[in-house]
């Protein structure tokens, strides 16, 4: 009841289903062909066999790590403003509030209200271009903030630089949606987003390395050649895929942000996903951002003993508390990160086949087994205990990504993912990018008078609250979730 019936055509397709082995092994070995001219860019294979290459399963790993090494870059860029702000406000002589402007509103407001008319544009045209595109301009924009002359101009430097990341992660995560079934869909997200950690730690560690060895303005212009060089590498090598094509979706079909926007007013269990991850991304983004001005600040003098096993040519003797704090927390970051969103789009991808829900109730329950730790590290005066006591809520913290966007690209037809994903990055970047940083920069500014140096570490105290909320939120989506989930059609017995 309620199971497609075979008619006639579908008794001739399945008996033309089994094909002769030596049939068989004749198309794999003109996939195989067809992937290596792809890849190659021969004359013919370059275009005329892009469809066939895409189906392989060795491409679509290969378009995988593209992407995600455009991530890393995006992350970079973004984050490498954390590590050095320091050095900015010594030279440029901003305050803790001045600096969560510059690194959180000036780059969410255009990253976010933008991100809904380029994804527009992106359910209705190529994808890949659009990233491509994307990337050039936020690492030119990048570079830029390595030749400004004052805290202003580095304002809407940042600016810039969100006007081009808004471009990059909507059409991301739809192009991983339809190169991937939906049973695998949140590990390939969680992978994707491999990213954020790889992207953040390197920003962090290449930051204060070239910082320490040259100046803060030198980590911005290498960072932002270093991504206009990928951009045509990107364009030249990754194909757009079918969209839909795992979901019964029809690729030609255009709708409007309006339709969108009704679709999605429909399903409450995006507006508390939504919301949920804004919370959580408060301390996510607040985090990333002050933690390693933290480390300087409340552990600066035990940092050389902590880091006294790293060889003398990764970080030298003479080597300042900056250079210290990017190795200390861009290990954290990379390991716990990569751990966090692996495990929650892997538990996510094998509890929620049995119910849909799971995707909602993984990162809720990460979110509230985050907060202990995350006081245990903050307060611990000893730089061992932080290290573990900060490495399992970073894991935790971060573990929503897959499962969350997986939700996302499921609750609405494939011809409306990418205008919804960045509907809800709207929500999420405005609250999250938005006021992380500058909330908890005023915060330590308003407690400085009573706590000197470590408001700080207060001022992140209280940010934990918000994870408490996103573990709410999330609790609340589950049940709505298992209704509002669109289930891909099962194809006829």
């Known amino acids: 009841m309620g199971q497609r019936t075979a008619g006639p055509a579908a008794a001739g397709a399945r008996s033309r289903a089994a094909p002769e082995p030596a049939a068989q092994r004749q198309r794999q070995a003109a996939e195989t062909r067809a992937a290596r001219a792809l890849l190659a860019g021969g004359p ?23 992407l995600i090494v455009v991530y890393t870059f995006n992350f970079i860029d973004r984050q490498i403003i954390g590590i050095l702000a320091i050095p900015i406000q010594q030279e440029l002589g901003v305050s803790d509030t001045m600096i969560g402007l510059m690194r959180g ?14 994804a527009w544009l992106a359910d209705r045209s ?13 690492s030119v924009m990048t570079a830029t903030c390595g030749l400004v002359g004052s805290a202003v101009q580095l304002f809407f430097a ?17 192009v991983v949606a339809d190169y991937f079934p939906p049973e695998r869909r949140a590990r390939m997200l969680a992978i994707y987003s491999f990213g954020i950690p790889i992207g953040g730690a390197v920003g962090i560690v290449f930051g204060g390395v070239i910082a320490t060895v040259l100046d803060w303005r030198a980590a911005f212009l290498i960072v932002g050649l270093a991504g206009l060089v990928l951009a045509p590498l990107f364009l030249w090598s990754v194909r757009e895929p079918q969209r839909g094509r795992f979901d019964g979706s029809a690729s030609g079909v255009r709708v409007s942000v309006g339709e969108v926007a009704r679709t999605l007013l429909a399903r409450r269990s995006f507006w508390t996903l939504a919301f949920g991850a804004a ?29 006294a096993w790293l060889p003398a040519w990764i970080v030298p003797l003479d080597a300042g508390p900056l250079l210290y704090a990017s190795y200390f927390y861009g290990l954290i ?23 849909r829900g799971a995707y909602a109730l993984v990162p809720a329950v990460a979110f509230l087994a985050a907060v202990p730790c995350y006081l245990a590290g903050i307060l611990s005066p000893a730089l061992g205990t932080v290290f573990v006591a900060l490495l399992v809520p970073t894991a935790l913290g971060i573990a929503w990504i897959g499962p969350a966007v997986t939700a996302f690209q499921n609750i609405v037809p494939a011809t409306m993912r990418t205008t919804a994903t960045a509907l809800f990055l709207l929500v999420n970047n405005l609250v999250g990018i938005g006021l992380g940083d500058l909330l908890i920069g005023a915060l330590s500014d ?48």
């Open 158 to 174: 940042r600016m810039g630089v969100g006007v081009g990341e808004a471009g990059g992660i909507a059409p991301s995560y739809s």
């Open 333 to 355: 970051v990379l390991i716990g990160g990569c751990l966090g969103l692996f495990l929650g789009g892997y538990l996510a991808d094998r509890l929620g086949q049995r119910d």
């Open 105 to 118: 509103v000036s780059f969410a407001i255009f990253y976010s209200t933008l991100g809904v008319p380029i």
């Open 44 to 66: 013919d294979g370059s275009r005329m066999t892009a469809d066939t290459a895409i189906g392989t399963a060795g491409y679509r790993a290969f378009v995988l790590v593209m």
């Open 279 to 307: 919370c959580s991304s408060i301390m996510g983004y607040g985090l990333f951002a002050w933690l390693p001005a933290f480390f300087v600040r409340s552990h600066g003098n035990a940092l050389p003993q902590a880091l």
């Open 126 to 138: 190529n994808r890949v271009r659009i990233i491509g595109a994307a990337l050039a301009l936020w």
């Open 446 to 493: 308003a407690m400085h008078a009573r706590f000197g140096q470590e408001s700080l570490r207060y001022s992140i105290l209280a940010g934990t609250g918000f994870y408490l909320l996103a573990a709410g939120l999330f609790f609340a989506s589950a049940p709505r979730l298992r209704h509002d989930w669109i289930e891909a059609p099962r194809p006829a017995a």
